[in-house]
């Protein structure tokens, strides 16, 4: 179990140092000054030198990556004359055009996203599920039927057509809510919760579809095999044979697909924090996308692979605790 | 189809079960059909048979003849909404078509068990061996689950797995292709069932490991008296365990006697044809193995008349006439060999002389 965890987290440094290099390249490789990009829109010359001097832009591209690189383990300081701007570690660079640490920015908006994705989660999980094992246990039933309506309506409705339209229906037009922002948990969990609801809602509707379609059917294929028909072979109830020995092979699937679905969904929910304007990763992401604040886009894409890494490590070691077939390799 | 009458009629009263249930296990025109988009499938197709505990019934024939389903049927494992079964069956004198499913469920696995064909698939691959076995137990018994436990440690022990114990805590996967039939036969002897159903338990075995496993269930049949339903399309198995013989084609019964009655005198075309086509290592190669002309019908469109009547090579020397009828299981006359056992029975349109000339002639020198 050691050698394999370091092995996985190895892997998954590695991979998170090739997302960074390309990443980081890309401005390189970009047309246009970046000096000018970094420096923010319409810059003074005087500005574009400062942040040359700043970013240590005349050094060798190797250089400036090794800093950054450096930057997230050390922390580093940009020098600019006597104008010292430390940056502590995990330093994931540093925004001049806002005057704004990146990592404090990501970290700020952090718990907007986890809040989203985990609620969301919740949600799609329960429902997804749950409409997936009544469908595949008694496929061709109205309940199945019933389900796969609405699964069909979940997988076809783009997200931001449900987030939009209930958006206009729940706040604007009825006004049951206020209009949506975002306010912490430990501030209020109840405006939390009231804040969040149609993001999670416009969320788990559309993945609660693809699981459910997706639950239905690894619970056909389960209750068609052999060990089914020896449960039953055994006298046992209908409903432990469901239960038990459909659900514990019928579910195993979906584990791996919710741990990497919540990873994706850590690193921004980018159209739904848009729609309803909360302040999360994906709507900084956007944000800095828009205005060309290229070390946020750097921070938040690092970030939301790291994520995905993590998810993936965790899925794994999760999946060899669920099958007692799989061996740590 | 059959005129037995359909479950839970008034003819199915308890005086008249009663009488004719006098065996242990009796299936009286037993008839399962799916139906499906092509059309009907009558998998079995008016099956009858009688068994007594300690003995054991070989059914033989093809691939998709109705021998696993004639046997999920017993065990009331056929189901769904498009599938019919009609006929009667009585095990140990309590009518089963009809019945309410769970009474037919608290019998499952308890008076009556049954070992599949491929142990691998048949047991979950998530649980451990000695937690399926405990459930099987605990499903019959009101018991704890240390005692449940003891008892499938108990079963491995029994069976020939070695460290039952420790065993008992390993994955299916963990144990070899015998070791794990030999789980699934533990599993099905858990309760002591008076009926085991054993469907083809050995086909998925190595030849050395067969054997292993066929004397493991005589032992333990000698042992809890069971009566065995041995389903197989290995004559070599069946010649070696069953004190009597089906043999089935397209659901229906071609024969039906002793096994002495049916090794030394087979009646059937059909049987001649498995009969010769065993592999036999103790004579010289033979040119080609013989084999049966043709395949198995499909089961939505079985000819009418007799069933094997496209394969079998005799057929022109049957009267015409009888082309399109099905031929009666008509006893035989007895050659005497023992008076245990049903009544040596052909479904066969050729006359008894023809037949025994033909066998004589055509069949026994290539024995």
Known sequence: ?329 | MSGSPEPGSPEAGSAESNSEADAFLHVDGLHVCFDTDDGVVRAVDGLSLRLDRGRTLGVVGESGSGKTVMSLAILGLVGGRRTSTSGRIWLDGEELVGAKPDRVRRLRGGRMAMIFQDPLSSLHPYFTVGSQLAEAYRAHHDAGRREAWDRSVEMLDRVGIRQPRERARDYPHQFSGGMRQRVMIAMALINDPALLIADEPTTALDVTVQAEILDLMRDLQREFGSAILLITHDLGVVAEVADDVLVMYAGQAMEYGSAGDVFSQPQHPYTWGLLTSVTRLDRARRARLPSIPGTPPSLISVPAGCPFRPRCPYEPRSRPASSSVRPELGIVARAGVGMEGPEHRVACHLDADERRRLFGDEVAPLL
């Open chain 1, 1 to 329: 179990m050691k050698g394999f965890l370091v092995r996985r987290l190895l892997g998954g440094l590695i991979v998170l140092w090739v997302v960074s290099a390309i990443t980081f390249a890309i401005f390189f490789m970009a047309p246009g000054d970046p000096a000018v990009a970094y420096a923010g829109r319409a810059p003074s010359a005087a500005a574009i030198k400062a942040t040359e001097e700043r970013l240590g832009l005349k050094e060798p591209i190797p250089v400036q990556y090794w800093r950054f690189v450096s930057g997230i383990f050390v922390g580093r300081d940009y020098v600019s004359g006597a104008n010292v701007t430390h940056c502590p570690a995990p330093c994931l660079g540093y925004s001049f055009k806002t005057n704004e640490n990146v990592s404090e920015l990501i970290g700020d908006r952090l718990p907007v996203t986890i809040s989203i994705a985990l609620g969301a989660a919740v949600l799609w999980l329960v429902a997804g599920v749950a409409a997936g094992v009544v469908s595949g246990v008694w496929p061709g039933s109205v309940w199945d039927r019933l389900a796969m309506v609405f699964a069909l309506a979940g997988v076809s409705l783009p997200i931001y057509f449900t987030a939009l339209l209930s958006q206009q229906a729940v706040v604007y037009k009825w006004r049951w809510i206020p209009a949506i922002g975002y306010t912490g948990f430990r501030d209020n969990p109840l405006i939390w919760g009231r804040n969040l609801l149609l993001p999670w809602l416009c969320i788990a509707f559309l993945y609660a579809a693809l699981y459910a379609r997706i639950t239905r059917a690894s619970m056909i294929e389960t209750m068609g095999e052999d060990y089914i028909r020896t449960a039953r072979a055994k006298g046992l109830r209908e409903r432990r044979v469901v239960l038990k020995h459909g659900l514990r092979a019928g579910l195993t699937p979906i584990i791996t697909l919710a741990g990497l679905d919540l990873g994706g969904l850590l690193g921004g929910a980018v159209i739904i924090e848009y729609v309803f304007g909360l302040p999360g990763i994906g709507k900084l992401a956007v944000d800095a996308i828009g205005g060309q604040n290229l070390p946020v886009i750097l921070g938040v894409t690092l970030v939301a692979a790291a994520f995905i890494v993590v998810a993936n490590i965790l899925v794994d070691i999760l999946y060899v605790v669920v099958d007692p077939r799989v061996r740590l390799a």
